[in-house]
């Protein structure tokens, strides 16, 4: 805390200064927050833990150890690494090279998505959003390498396109192309992915499941888009017999469709050479995993330096074989009785909201009913699965650190596929134990926290009420009321897409939400630089409800236990609930990391995160005399109220 500062004029200076002015962000960190310190306190035990695994090798006599130990020796490597330079890239370059046909094309496009490589357009498999009892094939657009179409086509962004371009040359030259022949392909890279860009809808399109779900059979989508090749995609992915897939944007395949015939093979195998390139770089030698390093990391986001070499590759053991890791991170590191007291506080939480469904005032009977049948189905999972995902079937080669993560990914994306069609597995987790996250999941109506994440800051066992509370307390109502912002109130209790509101409670929502728009679109994060608060809507939502929601639980568990209503450190728990919350948000961030987040994530800055809810809130103001005049002062009818 900065104790100096008046928390009626500055807030967020008042509860974490102290933090802010003695935290500076690390030279190998592009941002520093209290997620940070806790994801690097994460890191460094499991930075023991693979010492462990990797001194035993292949004496290791537990077979998880065995894998972790024996794929983090070839992520560390380095001497075979930099001996193998472009050789494990070189059978699909020949490939590209060799391709004569889009159908050809198309088919290594297969081969590069199962790696985990980009190109053209993403797909993934998940719940069916309007069938969400079985797993569906889902398209979308991508095919880009800058973090948003904005980079492409926004003048602001213009500095970092010029640089990307550099990038490009740079990297073809590293494959061998004389400086003519690299900026040649880089400017056709770069051509490709702008073209991509204008063809995509934006962040906040993306936010609206219901235009985002557009079904077709396979004839159907060939029938639309004639000269994309999906037979032979499909066929390469084992998916001849696919019945339909969920397109996302379907304009964009049809601006694919025209580009695939307007742009020549040759361009598209230049296209192919950088996304193999890419992907591939984290996991070459020096060179270009420090050319990687110096676009993606030091001119996008400001980040000096980059991280050690165990962090690094620990990312890629994350990404591979995460949950292998996160058996052994929970099994030393995740206290049974964390899990009980998490219980207890979700428990608490939930029916602080079952009840505001119940008393709702602006909602009527018609969706209140529909609303509480959908609450009560409502999950929780804490610290880790039952059943963790078996890696057995993987080979791990100790001497093969880029085939390691190319078999991974493979057999990752055969799981995947092999499944599409089937039940869906309510068991399966989106993050590793060790994640320092959370998410709320709308085809499964569930909240997830893993073990990672339940720790001080936000969750402490030796902390009272008042502090968990204001730290997890609001993060776990945070995520329950994702079920009820902007798209997660289009899910049904059963997880579909589907409209169960009465046309009045949807307008009402929607003038309640428009509020929370024009609430945040005011925010300046940066000088010149707003919040968007249509992209961040359903976040801003969640944390004035999980805040709003939190508080009142506390209420409720002091006057069960009235003992606990005393002051700690001058401060009464209503003070200590809010400096927890607001400390939750403490961050410092690159200015190059701070714009490219404004632009690409759907949450706030951390100084709004904890400042705008709190105001939004009476009891906030009421715990620190907080009176017209003061700029955290809101009237009450500024503030909105939806859950």
Known sequence: MDRSVDPTVDFYQFAAGGWIKNNPVPPDKAGWSSFSELAERNHELIHGLLEECLAQGSAEPDPIRRLVGEFYASAMNLPKIEDLRFEPLRPLLDSIARTRSPEEMFRLLAAIHAMDGGGCFNLYTGPDEKDSSVYALYLVQGGLSLPDRDYYLSEKFAK??????????????????????????????????????????????????????????????????????????????????????????????DALDRMLVARPLVEWRTYLRWHVFTAGAPLLHDEVEQADFEFFHRTLLGQERPEPRWLRAYRILNGSIGEAVGQLYVERYFPPEAKARMTALVDDLREVFRDRLRRLAWMTAATRQKALAKFDRFTAKIGHPDRYRDYSRIPIDPTDFFGNRRRASEFENRRQLARLGGPVDRTEWSMTPPTVNAYFNPTKNEIVFPAGVLQPPYFDLTMDDA?????????IAHEITHGFDDEGRKYGADGNLADWWTEADAKEFETRAAKVVT?????????????????????????????SIAFEALQRRLAATPSHRRSIDGMTPEQRFFIAWTQVWRENVREDMARMRLTVDPHAPGRARALLPMMNLPEFAEAFAIRPGSPLFRPDEQRVRIW
Do not use: M
């Not at 502090?467 to 993060?475: D, H, K, L, R, S």
């Not at 679109?521 to 944390?543: F, K």
């Open 519 to 547: 609430a945040y679109d005011g925010y300046e994060a940066l000088p010149g630089a707003r919040v968007n608060g249509a992209l961040t809507l359903g976040e801003n939502i969640a944390d004035i409800g999980g805040l």
């Open 467 to 475: 502090v968990n509370f204001g730290g997890i307390g609001a993060v």
């Open 160 to 253: 970092q396109a010029s640089a990307f371009r550099e990038h490009l040359t740079k990297s073809f030259g590293l494959l061998g192309e004389d400086a003519a022949a690299a900026a040649n392909s880089a400017e056709i890279v770069y051509g490709i992915e702008k073209e991509l860009a204008s063809a995509s809808r934006s962040r906040t399109e993306l936010r609206d499941p219901e235009k985002n779900y557009n079904k077709f059979t396979v004839s159907e989508l060939v029938a639309r888009c004639p000269h994309l090749p999906w037979s032979s995609y499909l066929n390469a992915e084992g998916l001849g017999k696919l019945d339909h897939v969920i397109v996302g944007q379907p304009e964009f395949f």
